[in-house]
């Protein structure tokens, strides 16, 4: 099982985080350094000068072939719409992910396969975290690596499963329940980087039962845990998490984006605005210039931002755009009404700018005062609140964030690097995996499975008989039960038997429901999960000869299964099938 894998058996870490807006790799060795210290390196993939993560950027020809990744791409892409080349340049294609799309689209509107792009992504990456970690030690033994992968704490097991389907396409593991891959997610690794990298006096603060929010405001989602530290200032990290990880998986900083371009449709219309669509250089342009405004932008009243048009070209000159203006004008209030600008800049005022954001941080307020009651009605209280995440260096939502939560009994503080928090987490969760002792289950996890049928506790509807034998179907048998603290090595183990002798696969069906107690797997509110398939091998007569022994771990970053046969050998053959969300 791969998180009980020991933790000496490699030298070296490398956690790869993917994310909506930005990705970047991060190198640690197992050997500390002499103050007993991690020695965590976080690098830009495609050697950007500016920061230690590239755009998360992707580019391909026109017969689906790799060309490059991260700003490059973006460069190449520029380059050859100026020469009258066509490509596929993905941006934001994670966000595909979370609705489980099996295409991205690209900026033009075109579709290539969803596992394709994120898999050449995880190729990329690794590949240069491969190469760095050559120019530092020489050789390099793939199996002595401890892979890490940042998700987001929100996704589901689905989501899970095709991240680590991914990384085996990629190369980076040789099979799916890879020893060494593990799925770190992104706010629990931030947690541990925000204790390791706290000043001196700050850190002598968080002292034992000291109870910790970590707000992930990335790109595409905002998660959000909560932990009670189990260890002192000077000790090594240990905390277990207080309640469940939330939060939103539409309210990150390139829903700004999309806000902003609602702005632009009305703005300039239907015709014009397909035509910005069409045009991904001036799109690009466009996109680019209101990151900028969008990161410095603190919500001030006298705040004033300007964005150009001349990227449109002809199709948008000065009658055209005093027009646009007058018509925007007329049909808003003066506090959102926008001026024209020399010959093709229009300023918006701060309260339409406000506006792109104010739906994204009543979101994320509401959320975050749900879980502080949350804490509370376990008789606990947050003592901190620490804001990572690249949206989490907007100035705006810093002050959001202060103005409604700061008072005498929680701080609010914001790391040195909150865009690299993850990756640097993430390195550290990948050398001491266990430092999450524990983790609260969201919902209540069991199997579909027959039982010696009882007249007095089962309907008569659920009455089968097989091999002269009745049974109750349908019957919910519990792993896990909602609310429940799940240890990270902590496992549940049961036995199986196949109800036909000559069965040589065995499938173990799950199902996961918001309630604690249920009785059987058709009640309502009760989903299927997907499916333990186990190859159980050739047919026998006996069916006792073909016991399994199916272990489980709920406790860790995704679901962990093992089986094993009668004689105590592990069944190589054991993978689950999740469905669609779950």
């Keep these: 099982m791969a998180l009980l894998k020991d933790d000496t058996a490699f030298t070296h870490v490398i956690a790869i985080d993917f ?5 970047g790799f991060g190198l640690a060795p197992r050997i500390l350094d002499k103050e007993g210290k991690p020695r965590i390196e976080v690098f830009n993939p495609c050697d950007d000068t500016d920061d230690q ?21 973006l460069q190449k892409y520029a380059s050859m719409l100026d020469d009258g080349e066509t490509a596929y340049l993905f941006q934001n294609y994670k966000m595909h992910l979370y609705h489980m799309h099996n295409q991205a689209r690209s900026l033009d509107n075109r579709e290539l396969s969803l596992m394709l792009i994120i898999r050449e992504t995880l190729k990329y990456i690794s590949s240069k975290a491969i190469q760095k970690l050559k120019e530092q030690v020489g050789k390099v033994i793939p199996t002595k690596i401890r892979w890490v992968l940042t998700v987001p704490a929100l996704w589901s ?36 980087q925000c204790r390791e990298d706290a000043e001196q006096t700050l850190k002598e603060q968080m002292a034992k039962n000291s109870v910790v929010m970590v707000l992930d405001c990335g790109g595409g989602t905002v998660d959000i845990t ?19 990880s939330s939060g939103g998986c539409e309210w990150g900083s390139k829903y700004v984006d999309l806000y902003f371009e609602e702005f632009l449709k009305e703005f300039l219309g239907d015709k014009l605005f397909t035509s910005y669509q069409l045009n991904a250089i001036a799109r690009l342009d466009i996109l680019r210039d209101f990151e900028i405004l969008k990161r410095k932008f603190k919500g001030n009243k006298d705040e004033k931002c300007m964005i150009k048009f001349s990227y449109l070209g002809e199709e948008l000159n000065t009658n055209k755009l005093q027009l646009l203006v007058k018509e925007h004008n007329q049909k808003h209030p003066p506090e959102y009404q926008v001026k024209l600008k020399g010959l ?38 947050v003592n901190f609140i620490f804001m ?22 929680i701080q609010i503080l914001v790391p040195r690097r909150p865009q690299v928090s993850v990756i640097r987490g993430a390195c550290l969760f990948g050398l001491s995996p266990r430092s999450i002792t524990s983790r609260i289950a969201k919902k209540t996890y069991g199997i579909n499975t027959l039982t010696t049928f009882d007249p007095e506790r089962h309907p008569i509807k659920k009455k089968v008989i097989i091999e002269g034998e009745e049974f109750s179907e349908d019957v919910f048998d519990a792993f896990v039960r909602k609310g429940d603290a799940v240890g990270c090595d902590e496992v549940h183990t049961k036995i199986y038997c196949p109800v036909r002798s000559r069965q040589t696969i065995m499938r173990i069906i799950f199902y996961v429901t918001e309630k604690r107690e249920v009785e059987f797997v058709d009640q309502q509110d009760v989903q299927q999960l997907g499916e333990l398939c186990i190859d159980i091998g050739k047919p026998l007569q006996s069916v006792e000869d073909k016991t399994v022994k199916v272990t489980l771990l709920f406790g860790t970053t995704c679901i962990y299964a093992t089986a094993t046969n009668k004689d105590g050998t592990e069944i190589k053959n054991c993978e689950f099938k999740f469905e669609c969300g779950q």
């Design 388 to 409: 990572v995440g690249g949206f989490s260096e907007s100035p705006f939502l810093k002050q959001e964030i202060i103005k409604r939560f700061e008072n005498n009994t």
């Design 157 to 192: 097991e689905e989501h899970k499963q095709f991240m680590r389907k991914a990384a085996v396409e990629a190369g980076i593991v040789d099979h799916i329940n890879s020893p060494n891959l593990l799925l770190c997610l992104e706010p629990e690794g931030a947690s541990i």
């Design 53 to 73: 993560k590239t755009p998360t950027a992707i580019l391909f020809d026109n017969n689906g072939q790799f060309i490059e990744f991260g700003s490059q791409a």
């Design 19 to 23: 994310g909506t807006g930005a990705s």
């Design 226 to 244: 909560v932990h009670k530290l189990l260890c002192e200032p000077n000790e090594k990290f240990l905390c277990n998490e207080l309640i469940p």
């Design 344 to 381: 093709s800049n229009v300023e918006i005022p701060s309260a339409l700018m406000a506006s792109f954001f104010q739906t994204l941080f009543e979101n994320i307020k509401n959320k975050v005062a749900q879980l502080l009651l949350q804490v509370e009605q376990k008789k606990e209280k």
